[in-house]
Nanobody, 133 residues
């Protein structure tokens, strides 16, 4: 069964850190571009970050640049999102997604996150991150 499973979410105080994991099964994630999305309560889904399948190059949206780091461990078929200096506005359900097209993934990250679960090949079930004191 082809699937992505996110984990690592939870409750953290402002300024704290969390590391999310996105574990792939049923396919080889190394051949896919992987992206992270999030959806805050009452808000539209937005793109967060994505990582290349080849050279590990990464893209971040401005709101998380300098605070979040995406990485991948192909031996474990897993992608990570290290989140530091967390803010209350980072509270959201975080989803990972995989696609063999960087153009398609990049477009959804930057411009069409709302439709990402329709366009991208594999979509996870999400993990909740709550940043609150």
């Amino acid at each position: 069964q082809v699937q992505l499973v996110e984990s690592g979410g939870g409750l953290v105080q402002p300024g704290g850190s969390l590391r999310l994991s996105c574990a792939a099964s049923g396919f080889t994630a190394a051949y896919y571009f992987i992206g992270w999305f999030r959806q805050a309560p009452g808000k539209e889904r937005e793109g967060v970050s994505c990582i290349s399948s080849s050279d590990g190059s990464a893209y971040y949206v401005d709101s998380v640049k300098g605070r979040f780091t995406i990485s991948r461990d192909n031996a474990k078929n897993t992608v990570y999102l290290q989140m530091n200096s967390l803010k209350p506005e980072d509270t959201a359900v975080y989803y990972c997604a995989a696609d063999r097209s960087y153009r398609r993934l990049g477009h959804t990250i930057v411009a069409d996150a709302k439709e990402a679960d329709r366009y991208l090949e594999v979509w996870g079930q999400g993990t909740l991150v709550t940043v609150s004191s």
